[in-house]
């Protein structure tokens, strides 16, 4: 679900902002009015837009902490499967790093 929050965000986001930039394109052509007009839509896009970054910002931050928060969590209840986990992560690198060095 919330990568779907995202995508859709971030698609509108994008879809914002190229709209913005056809109408600040088609006022740099225009003249008057209409010129006007278009520069005011084009800016409230990109207002629109930056609203909407922060939007996807605060929610990418609210899942960082929840992952953060989940992850503390876990290693506060089970602190030797954590040691186990990064034992085993920390020998699996190593011997990786030890392989690709002896191969040169």
């Not at 679900?1 to 986001?13: F, I, L, Q, T």
């Not at 009015?33 to 996807?56: F, N």
């Not at 929610?59 to 209840?77: F, G, K, P, Q």
């Amino acid at each position: 679900m919330y990568n779907s929050n995202v995508n859709a965000a971030g698609s509108e986001v994008r879809s914002l902002i190229n709209e913005a930039e056809r109408m600040l394109n088609e006022a740099s052509v225009s003249s008057g009015e209409k010129a006007d007009e278009l520069k005011k839509k084009g800016m409230q896009m990109l207002a629109s837009s930056v609203a909407k970054a922060r939007e996807l910002e605060k929610m990418a931050i609210d899942s960082a902490r929840s992952v953060a928060n989940s992850t503390d969590t876990l290693v506060h209840e089970n602190p030797w499967r954590a040691i186990a986990i990064a034992g085993v992560a920390g020998a699996g690198i190593g011997l990786v790093l030890g392989l690709a060095i002896s191969s040169k």
